[in-house]
Structure formats: structure tokens, C-alpha cells
């Protein structure tokens, strides 16, 4: 059972006791989050240790996903891509589908408690299919600065019924929204099995077990097959780099249960990366596993993060929490978390020539950017634990609640 | 929406209105289901019909899946086999796994409602994780004639508390057990997609869009693949009725969220089959589409369903449904609905020979089992439909929630 006592050691005692007294506040409420997967991708991980640890200090929350069929999801997987500005044919089928899929989970989720947060679009619509007795939020994971215009002013008919609006950055602030807008920067669990601290007997154990050489320096990427990371562009960098140095790259990341595109964007690293696959200088592992990350975060002497658009990007935080050098976009949220010379190095995505000339350096005087991952250590200490994001929930539900 | 008064013109005024009296007694009282998948398999479905549709005659039923990784999932499959009869290496890691899983989902699953049903082996370690406030009810849907054990015996430190059990036949009911056993018989929902009326125009449609031929008699198995389902005795059957007359075999099943050895079979299938399967003889089809199951058991010249195991044996009742010629094994909860020579036909699973010269005798002469097939149609109609099993739940709520 997740406790949050256990926290005390990482984050202190002020922390710990503030916890309790702003949940003595919320005593006897009841917090529900609905999103749509249990398992893959931010949001659950997130979850899976905020709702436990709010049960833990006596504010009853909970945690409900959509049931949704592979149309649904094949569908919200293109509005979350058009909110990040692709296009999309927003057809009367597609609205009716994920209509229908939330009026009918209103058929057999019945809520009564005393706030709802609704976690990114899939469930957003929900909203309307309840007789509204509480307030409600709508928590957006999703980088919201430059959505397609159609989609947009379509889920504007149920954001708008929303109390309050959860975004990741500012930048993501939508004037054209007159509800009270507040930041929630993400957050990490120091104590899952992601992140939790690993004896060098155990990460040695781990390497054999999965098979990880280590007799050459490691770039390590994690994140899901998703073009918004760029692992095309992760391939060309490492192409780069590895002319000029030896190296081998791993590339490791699951398939959300709710992202049908995941298999394509695999099938075409794959490609890209033929020989060096074949030649055992490009791994590709898409194995889902806590532990297998948190070995290579731990391994690694370079973490690269190349994606195109990023929310905020929790695998650096995962990576800065570990103390190593990264080198990430300057997009999306990164530069929250990344100061660029100060926590890590921060890059122009499309500069593939910068980025390798940064992991080769990196790779042949490590010392100043492992000094760079301690400081970037005590930077996610201060501002990006679960326990921070407890009191942000916390706060705002005090005010919203009576 | 589902609404229950859509059913009047199949099930008559009488259970419509029974229905309304007996939910009268249960105003305001709060039921909830957990079972471990929202798709895949005959649990989800029927969830998916009864849920709604107490909710519209005005019971509070809830519906919740339990939070499982793939890890849990191997294991529970292994219990489902293992309750069936197989053989289990019941490991202390096993356990543990098991027990953490229910115990963290209790963790952000709050639990209040005035009656708790839990279905299948999955969530049923729940029970000891709450602080037991109301009746608690195991459904458990598999064929407990012939348990491991070992295993038994660890799933009973949990069966013991609850209040009662649901089974699908009596010949599962446990000396070994003191609780109050009752039988529910499953049903099927006549207004979903695999179920619903189809016109001619529609059928022609789906089969082109599905490339399904239909030059030749269709035998048709629908079922998972699953070991119990013995998919590779199916071609067995099918190659000695194809050496005395020109047909085609269609094995059409999905894989459930929360079975991995699915594809192992699959594997296991496409190879025995093999020149079959390109010669288009035999169609093995995964793809998981309601309308695809109804239009095939529409079009169906006989319906095998030649388990090794079965509960009961939803596939059947929807082609009796369909007034079809079926031909099922005389296992499990088979000869509830199959009536030897009145409904439909019943072999031993392993008489191949005798399978197969039936399903041949149906091509040649299929008269006399497409009356069968009427009388088993009405027979579904009395005794296996929804509003049956909605009955049956709010008789056994009333008795037990106050």
C-alpha cells in the first residue's frame, strides 16, 4: 500500500505535515478521476501513485476509466493529434462515435462525488450526459497552444460546461476561454519502480537479465512510438554521432492501450534503422517495464529527448531525477525543466548536426553534465514529486468543495 | 441509450413490467459489478447490457474494472485453466501478485453501495481489502465441476466471505462450500449488434465488406482462441467433412483484453490448418466485430461449437437465437440449451467422426434442423435473454439489500 510517510526521507518533514493538514480540510470528500487507460502513458502512471496516496491521508478519491472500443480510440488518438495541430477529417461519424462511447459510460458510472476531474479529451463530453451536482474540472495533458481550429471550437461545447480548467504550462492558456484557467506542472513518484533508488547489485542483475551490453556508451530515449517524439529523428541523430563516436543507441518504449498508431511508428524505426538493428547498435525495445526503465535512465551516458511537441514531458523529469546529463527540444514544456546549461541542454529539434555534436561532447567530457544532472536532480526535488502535485489538488479542490 | 421498453415486442408485456414492479422495490439502492475487462469475452458483454439497463428502470448499478497489468493477467489465466481443470504451479509469487493487485485497486476504488458483485476469479480477493459494509455477491461464471485443488483451496480463504455465490449450472454447486449457491443461467442481449434483426440488403452489404464468401455451405465456429474451445480439433472435424462434401469453415474469434495465450493458439491453429487456410478453405478471422459474429451466424449452413470446457456457452444461444442448425458439444453448461434433437444437436467432443457425418447430414438435408433451430429460437426466447438475468438480480438484491 502507497503511504506517504514513505516520502518523508525525500521530501522532508514540511511537506509531509502539510500534506495532512490541507487534507484535514477535505475530510469526508469524495475525489473522482476518470481518464481512459489503466495502464501507458503519463496520465495513468500519475495516477496510479496521486489516488492511492490522497486515499492514504483521508481524502476519499477515486479513479474510474472509460470503456471505450478500438474506434474510440483510434478516434481520440486524431483529436489529440489535432490539438497538437495536425490535420483531421472531423467527420459526423467521428463526433456521433465518441458522443455515443461517453453517453454510455454515463449508464453505468454513477457520480456522486464531490469533484470530478476528467482527465484529456476521451472522457471530456461526459459532462453533459450527468445532472451536474458538483463542480468539475478538466484536466489537459495535452499541449493546447496551437490546436486544430475546427476540432477546437467543437470540444469548446463541452469545455465550456467545465468549473475549472488544469493545464501543464502556461503557454497552453486559451484566451478564447472565459473559465478559470490554473497551471499544474506534471509531477514523478520518486518511490515506483520507475524511480525508486536501485542497488548497483540489482541494476547489474537487471542488465543481464534484459539483455542491455554495456561495453559501449548508451544514448537512451523513452517514450511511446509516437511521431510527436520523433523517433525517426532519434535514428538520424544517432547516424550522426555514431560516425564520429562509438556508441549504441536504445530506444525503448511501450504502446499505450489507447494508441492505435503505435505499431505503424514502430514498423518505420524499424526501417530507418535496418543494419544498425541488425549489427546490435540500435536496440528497439518495446517491452513495457518499469524496472527496464529506470536501469536505463540509470546506464545511460546521454538521455536524449527529441520529441516535436511535448506537454511536458515526464521521461526527462525521470531522467533529471537520476542525476544524468540530458539533452532535450526546446518545446512544449521541457524548458520548464530543463534550463538549458543549468539542469541539461536544451536544442532546436530540427538541428540534428547541434544535437550530435552535444551527445558526442557529452560522451567525451561527461563531468560538467553529470554536474548539470545533480543540479537537475535537486531541481525535480523542489518542484516535480507527486507529493507537490497532492497539495495542488488539495488547494484547489478546498476552494471548489463545501 | 438502452431502454428497456425497446425489448416489449420480443419478450411481451408481462416482462416488461414485472421488471418495472421489481425494480420498484430497489428504488434508490446502489448495486455495483467489477470484473477485470470492459471487452472480450461473455462477461464484458452481458455487463454491457444489464448494467444500462437497470439504470434505466431506475437501480443505481455501477460498473468497474479492476486495474490489471499483463503480469496479472498471466496469472488469472492461469487460475481460469486451473479451475478448469488443469494443472498449476502455485507459486508464493503468484499469490502475492494476485492479492497486490486487488489490494491496490481497493486503493482508489471506494466502495459503498449497498450491494457488491464481484465477477469471475480476477477482483474476488476485493473482499478482504474493504471494510465489509454491505452484501457481497462472487458471479462466478466458469465451470467449477473440477478444480485444481491446491488452488481451490487458496481461492476459498476468499470465497468464504462472502455473503452468496452465483453459478451458471447446478452440476457446479460445491458440497465443500457452506454459502448459499444459487444458479443464474446467462443470457444473451437480442438488441446488441451480434444479435439484433439484420435485413437481407444489410447481411449482402456486411458479407462484401467482410469478403465473405458464400459459393460454398459455411460451417461456423465463433469462440475465442482458447485451448477449451479446441479450435484445432475444429479442423480436424472440418477436414473429414471436406473429404465427402465442398464447404468452407470460418473460425471467427477476438482476443480478450485480459487473455495473453490467445495468440499462442492462434499460432498454433493457422499452422494445422495450414494448406486450408490458402486455399480459402478455411477463414480464421480475429478481427473482433459484433455485426461480422451476427452476419456469420446468419449465413451459417451449421453452427459447431465443439468445446472441450464450457460454462455455458453464450455463442450458442445467439445462433439458436439466429433459429440456426447447431451441433455442440455435450460438456459444461451445453445441454441447458442444446436439446439433443429438439434445439439442436449434442456430441462428445472427441467422436470426430460422428461430428462430422452430422454437420454433413445438415448440408445434405438441413430441413429438419432449421426446424430445430425455430425451437430453439423460442427456447432462447423463454429462457435466455436479458430481461430474464435483470430479474433474476434484483430478486436476489431484494432479498438481500435492506
Not at 475546427?150 to 497552453?172: A, C, M, P, R, V
Not at 525503448?252 to 511508428?265: H, Y
Not at 554536474?371 to 537537475?376: A, D, I, N, P, Q
Request: charged share 25%.
Amino acid at each position: 500500500m502507497k503511504k506517504i510517510i514513505d516520502y518523508r526521507t525525500i521530501v522532508g518533514d514540511k511537506v509531509i505535515s502539510d500534506i495532512y493538514q490541507k487534507a484535514g480540510a477535505l475530510r469526508k470528500k469524495r475525489i473522482i478521476n476518470i481518464n481512459s487507460t489503466y495502464a501507458g502513458g503519463g496520465v495513468a502512471e500519475i495516477l496510479g501513485s496521486l489516488v492511492p496516496l490522497m486515499n492514504d491521508v483521508g481524502v476519499q478519491a477515486d479513479w474510474r476509466i472509460i470503456r471505450g472500443t478500438p474506434d474510440l480510440f483510434n478516434i481520440t488518438k486524431k483529436f489529440h493529434n489535432a490539438l497538437q495541430g495536425d490535420n483531421i477529417n472531423l467527420s459526423r461519424i467521428k463526433k456521433e462515435l465518441y458522443l455515443q462511447a461517453n453517453e454510455s459510460f454515463s449508464q453505468y458510472a454513477y457520480i456522486d462525488q464531490d469533484c470530478v476531474i476528467v482527465h484529456d479529451p476521451q472522457p471530456l463530453p461526459l459532462i453533459q450526459y450527468y445532472c451536474k451536482q458538483q463542480p468539475w474540472v478538466w484536466r489537459c495533458h495535452i499541449d493546447l497552444s496551437r490546436p486544430n481550429n475546427e476540432l477546437w471550437d467543437f470540444l469548446k461545447n463541452y469545455i465550456l460546461q467545465y468549473d475549472k480548467i488544469i493545464l501543464s504550462s502556461k503557454d497552453y492558456v486559451r484566451a478564447d476561454i472565459p473559465i478559470d484557467q490554473v497551471l499544474f506542472q506534471p509531477v514523478i513518484d520518486p518511490l515506483t519502480a520507475k524511480n525508486k533508488h536501485l542497488k548497483d547489485v540489482d541494476v547489474h542483475k537487471y542488465l543481464k537479465k534484459f539483455k542491455i551490453p554495456t561495453d559501449k556508451p548508451l544514448i537512451v530515449q523513452i517514450s511511446r512510438f509516437d511521431k510527436w517524439k520523433d523517433p525517426i529523428g532519434v535514428i538520424e541523430v544517432f547516424k550522426k554521432v555514431k560516425k564520429k563516436i562509438d556508441c549504441r543507441l536504445v530506444y525503448c518504449g511501450g504502446m499505450a492501450g489507447d494508441d492505435p498508431e503505435g505499431i505503424i511508428i514502430y514498423e518505420q524505426v524499424k526501417k530507418r534503422a535496418n543494419n544498425a538493428i541488425s549489427s546490435g547498435d540500435v536496440l528497439l525495445i518495446t517491452h513495457e517495464n518499469n524496472i527496464l526503465v529506470n536501469i536505463l535512465q540509470r546506464v545511460a551516458a546521454v538521455i536524449l529527448q527529441k520529441s516535436l511537441r511535448e506537454g511536458f514531458g515526464l521521461t526527462i523529469t525521470e531522467a533529471l531525477w537520476k542525476g544524468k546529463p540530458v539533452i532535450a527540444s526546446n518545446v512544449g514544456g521541457i524548458p520548464l525543466q530543463i534550463k538549458d546549461n543549468e539542469t541539461g541542454l536544451l536544442a532546436d529539434p530540427k538541428d540534428y548536426d547541434y544535437i550530435a555534436d552535444r551527445i558526442i561532447e557529452i560522451i567525451k567530457n561527461p563531468e560538467p553534465y553529470e554536474k548539470m544532472g545533480k543540479v537537475g536532480r535537486e531541481y525535480v526535488r523542489e518542484h516535480f514529486l507527486v507529493t507537490r502535485l497532492i497539495e495542488d489538488y488539495f488547494d484547489l479542490a478546498a476552494k471548489m468543495v463545501h
